[in-house]
C-alpha cells in the first residue's frame, strides 16, 4: 500500500490541485471512460495524492490543448486510462506519449498504464511492452486495492508470510456422509450449526421518472465529454418539447442526430423513454426506433433499461427486449455513435 501523502483536496470547491507548482498524477483518459477516470482520480486523492483530471480541472473559458500539456508538464506520473476507446483515440496518443518520452526504460514509473476494459489484443506497438493495472473483471474493493498497490514504486511484498508449502497433514478417510435424511446418529465431524442462508435477492423501489431524467442527463454530459475534446467537431444539446435534442457535428455539419423521448410505446406508460436517432441531419422527429421501460435487475442489483431496439444500436431489427444498465447502454450508444463518425470521415 502506497505511503498516504497530506490531503490537498478539497470537496467543497475551495481549493484546486491544478493549481499547486507539482501533481502527484494527470489521468489520461477518453471521453466514453469519463467515470474509470473519475473513479480512479477520487481513490487517489482519497489517499492524499494529488491529481489533475479533465472533466475537474478544465473550466470553461480555458484552452483545451495548453491545459493539456500543463497537466503533461506538472505531473510527476500518468495514468492511462486504457480501453479499446483511449487506443482508438487521436487526442490521447500524444498525452501517453509525452509521458513515455520522459521515462521510455520505465525505471521511473512515469506512464502507468490502467486496463479497464479488456483491449489486450488491440495493444500494438510499445504497449506489449508497458506492465499495466488490470482492473477488469474486479469488484470495486478488490479494484481499489489492485490500483493502490500498482501505483506503488517499492516492492509488492505481501506483509503477512506466505503459507508454508512443505509438509502436508494426511487424513485417515472416512466414511461419506449419506445424503439423505440428517436424523439419527450424526457423524462427529456434521456440524450440528444451522447454515448461514443468502438473504433473497428482492426488487428494490426506484422512481422510474427521476430515473430516466438521471440516464438522459448521464448520456447527453458523457457524450458531450467524448465529443467536444475532438478537433472541428461540436456538440449541441437542447431541451425541445417534451424531448432531449442532441446533434453532433463536424466542420459545422451535423453528422449524427439523436432524440430522446420521454414516454415509451410499450406498456402505455409514460414513465419509460423513447430513442429517435439518424445518420446526419433529423428530417423527421416522428420515427421513434427504440423504446424501453427501466426495471429493478435482482441480478446486477442495478436499475436496467429494457430496451426494444430497431436500430440504434444495432443494424438489424430484434423483438426481444435486452436489458442494460445505464453504463452497458452509454458503451453500446457510443461503439455505435463512433462507428457514424469514422464512416462520415473516410
Known amino acids: 500500500m502506497p505511503e498516504a501523502k497530506q490531503s490537498k483536496t478539497n470537496r467543497g470547491g475551495k481549493s484546486d490541485t491544478a493549481t499547486n507548482s507539482s ?4 489521468i489520461s483518459y477518453n471521453g466514453a471512460d469519463k467515470i474509470w477516470a473519475e473513479w480512479i482520480a477520487w481513490q487517489l486523492e482519497e489517499e492524499g495524492f494529488s491529481t489533475i483530471l479533465q472533466s475537474w480541472d478544465f473550466r470553461p473559458g480555458t484552452n483545451f490543448v495548453l491545459k493539456m500539456q500543463e497537466a503533461s508538464e506538472k505531473a510527476k506520473r500518468t495514468i492511462a486510462v486504457l480501453s479499446p476507446n483511449y487506443l482508438r483515440a487521436d487526442f490521447t496518443q500524444p498525452e501517453w506519449a509525452a509521458a513515455f518520452r520522459r521515462d521510455p526504460q520505465g ?3 512515469i506512464l502507468v498504464p490502467v486496463m479497464v476494459h479488456d483491449c489486450k489484443q ?3 506497438g510499445l504497449w506489449p511492452q508497458i506492465i499495466y493495472i488490470n482492473l477488469v473483471g474486479l469488484s470495486e474493493q478488490a479494484a481499489r486495492k489492485a490500483l493502490l498497490e500498482g501505483i506503488n514504486r517499492g516492492r509488492n511484498k505481501p506483509e503477512t508470510p506466505p503459507v508454508f ?3 502436508i497433514q494426511h487424513h485417515e ?10 436424523g439419527g446418529i450424526s457423524s462427529p465431524n456434521f456440524s450440528e450449526e444451522k447454515p448461514t442462508l443468502p438473504r433473497p435477492r428482492l426488487n428494490k423501489s426506484f422512481n422510474p421518472y427521476k430515473t430516466r431524467d438521471e440516464w438522459i442527463e448521464y448520456i447527453t454530459s458523457n457524450l458531450r465529454d467524448a465529443i467536444e475534446g475532438e478537433a472541428s467537431f461540436d456538440f449541441y444539446a437542447e431541451d425541445v418539447e417534451g424531448h432531449k435534442q442532441i446533434r453532433i457535428l463536424h466542420n459545422q455539419d451535423t453528422i449524427y442526430s439523436l432524440n430522446i423521448y420521454k414516454g415509451a410505446l410499450s406498456r402505455g406508460s409514460d414513465d419509460g423513454v423513447g430513442f429517435a436517432n439518424a445518420e446526419g441531419r433529423m428530417i423527421s422527429s416522428g420515427g421513434i426506433n427504440a423504446w424501453g421501460h427501466f426495471k429493478w ?4 442489483e442495478a436499475v436496467v433499461l429494457h430496451l426494444t431496439d430497431l436500430g ?3 443494424t438489424y431489427y430484434s423483438s426481444d427486449a435486452k436489458a442494460y444498465t445505464k453504463e452497458e447502454f452509454l458503451q453500446a450508444l457510443w461503439n455505435k455513435i463512433r462507428s457514424v463518425i469514422e464512416n462520415s470521415l473516410r
Open 312 to 314: 440504434i444500436l444495432s
Open 107 to 109: 525505471t521511473k514509473g
Open 173 to 182: 478417510a472416512e466414511e461419506p456422509h449419506f445424503p439423505g435424511a440428517s
Open 122 to 124: 488491440e495493444l500494438e
Open 297 to 300: 435487475d435482482t441480478g446486477k
Open 165 to 167: 508449502p512443505g509438509t
Open 23 to 26: 501533481i502527484d498524477f494527470f
